[in-house]
């Protein structure tokens, strides 16, 4: 059997424009990046269509890192939906060059469920990380400048700056770090450090902006921090949204691809699911829904982090009605989730998986809560027995959710078709019963609280000193109602990654609060998550090479 990226090379890819026609937009609309890839015009964004289409979202169990294939199953499911005739749009995230080198070695889907050009997009794409990376990186450079002026200056208390530096790699050296040393003219010292590029809270605000004016005017509303006086900073007070908007001018716009079976593809936003909100960009989704009937997309991680920040962030911010979800679970995740050993996964193991069926259970619960009753996909594996897979469907089938079996990563579309079927009956049952799990005007603590105890399956609360001077602090901004994005450990329900299936009696810790008030929430961090991540002992970049002509292999 050939490798990822050896099938994605194999692949007969068809030219950008005869997969935009497919959508009804002529090739002298696209804005061209080689033969393969395109931006598209946001004039094409049709509220009417947005509100008549069918928005299906992909979720998951608990991650393990013998891995799930979430996108796998997203891009097999919109590929077996135009199989069965369904106009079908996927709209993914973009790929981030830290777990790409780092642990995950790719992030395009797998086998013959991919989106290609699968090199492209798994490394600078159309520029959009960059961007982001620029427009963070300026405002910092135009809050040190204003620090270092005689005229003109704010007055910013140093101490207090919450804005870092990013860069799309995992480097973890650079986490904190103190700068401006070198004598008066090379600026005040302070201390300082990096996020990665996914966790920036510029790619937050472009993620839930829906236009490049709103756009201009979140990055306004990005916070600084205090002046001697105790008087809050934004962006704007330093004049930097126009110059950052400008540097963004081109990302805003999404990005059109196709899968290997010619099924349109819009990949647009990259922030993680564990430390932001984890899903595409609300301008790329809407394109998705204003082109065709139906849209497939994913939000990172599990139910209890990105699934939950699709409906109570983006959902809410983007007036985005969902139709169907999809949880996505294997054999293998469940018998690790039960007690096996990573080792021993491809052995049969009944006991195991009928004990990590409680972590499935909770994710199916989630998504129940928020009205949905969940289509459980089961993707599939060659170590899978059939013993296994019948324990599994007969326990899904006691649970009252409808279940498939997901061949498409070896199949491709054919392999989702009874998936496919599946969820254009979730679709037809939809009763439209959605409801976020909090109200935005609710106090932070109540929010927090809400979403530990509901989706994590938290008993208690706790913060640090630190966190409630920061939550005390936001409050007297007066922002507004802001939503939660809470940064946690995908490993777990809880905020211990080494607590594996469904943990009970446990607490949630919150670390400290940073605003991310141009995106419009704020990020209560728990436990020991970090926002800027670090390598694995052996990163896939060794893997990665290139030869003489230009052919690129160790991606997957």
């Not at 993620?207 to 008087?231: E, H, M, P, S």
């Not at 491709?412 to 009956?425: E, H, P, S, T, Y």
């Not at 409630?468 to 901004?477: E, F, G, M, N």
């Amino acid at each position: 059997m050939k490798n990822d990226i050896e099938i994605a090379q194999a692949a007969e890819i068809r030219p950008i424009g005869e997969i935009a026609a497919l959508l009804g937009i002529p090739q002298n609309e696209l804005e061209m990046y080689g033969k393969f890839k395109a931006k598209l015009p946001l004039k094409y964004i049709d509220e009417e269509r947005v509100r008549k289409g069918s928005l299906i979202l992909v979720t998951a169990i608990t991650p393990t890192p013998a891995g799930e294939g979430k996108t796998t199953t997203s891009i097999g499911l919109a590929q077996a939906l135009n199989l069965i005739g369904k106009k079908t749009t996927v709209v993914l995230r973009e790929p981030s060059l830290g777990p790409v080198f780092g642990i995950k070695g790719g992030a395009a889907g797998g086998g013959y469920s991919q989106v290609i050009p699968m090199e492209d997009i798994n490394l600078h794409f159309t520029g959009d990380m960059s961007a982001v990376e620029k427009a963070h990186n300026l405002l910092a450079a135009l809050i040190d400048n204003n620090i270092q002026l005689k005229e003109g200056n704010l007055g910013i208390d140093p101490r207090t700056i919450a804005w870092k530096r990013v860069m799309d790699m995992n480097e973890r050296s650079l986490r904190d770090i103190v700068i401006g040393l070198g004598g008066t003219t090379e600026g005040v010292p302070r201390q300082s450090g990096f996020n990665i590029t996914a966790a920036s809270e510029v790619m937050a605000t472009l993620c839930v902006a829906k236009d490049l004016t709103d756009l201009k005017r979140r990055l306004g509303n990005i916070f600084v921090g205090y002046t001697y006086a105790d008087k809050p900073v934004f962006a704007r007070d330093l004049k930097a949204q126009g110059a950052m908007a400008v540097l963004l001018k081109d990302a805003i716009k999404p990005n059109l691809v196709q899968t290997l079976e010619g099924t349109p593809a819009i990949i647009h936003g990259g922030p993680f699911a564990n430390i932001a909100q984890g899903t595409n960009t609300i301008i790329a989704t809407k394109m998705g829904l204003s082109l065709s009937d139906i849209v497939v997309t994913e939000a990172g991680f599990a139910s209890e982090l990105g699934a939950e920040k699709f409906f109570d962030i983006k959902s809410q911010f983007g007036h985005l009605k969902t139709n169907a979800v999809v949880i996505v679970a294997t054999i293998r995740a469940l018998k690790y989730h039960g007690g096996a050993k990573l080792t021993s996964l491809q052995t049969e193991d009944i006991e195991a998986l009928k004990k990590g069926f409680d972590n499935l259970d909770k994710h199916i619960e989630n998504m129940k809560q928020f009205g949905f009753s969940p289509v459980v996909a089961v993707n599939k594996f060659d170590s899978d027995t059939s013993n296994e897979i019948e324990q599994l469907m007969e326990h899904c089938r006691k649970q009252d959710v409808n279940v498939a079996l997901n061949n498409s990563w070896a199949e491709g579309g054919k392999g989702a078709v009874d998936l496919a079927r599946l969820v254009l009956q979730a679709i037809s049952d939809s009763r439209n019963n959605f409801k976020p799990l909090y109200e935005l005007s609710w106090s932070f603590e109540k929010k927090i609280e809400t979403i530990c105890k509901r989706m994590y399956g938290a008993d208690h609360v706790e913060y640090t000193v630190k966190a409630k001077t920061q939550l005390d602090r936001i409050d007297k901004l007066e922002l507004g109602d802001l939503a939660v994005c809470i940064a946690k450990t995908q490993k777990s329900l809880s905020d211990d990654p080494t607590k594996r299936g469904r943990p009970v009696g446990f607490t949630i810790k919150i670390r400290e609060v940073e605003l991310s008030s141009g995106a419009g929430f704020i990020v209560p961090i728990a436990g020991t998550i970090m926002r800027m991540p670090g390598l694995p002992p052996v990163p896939s970049a060794e893997n990665i090479d290139i030869d003489a002509d230009g052919n690129i292999t160790g991606l997957f």
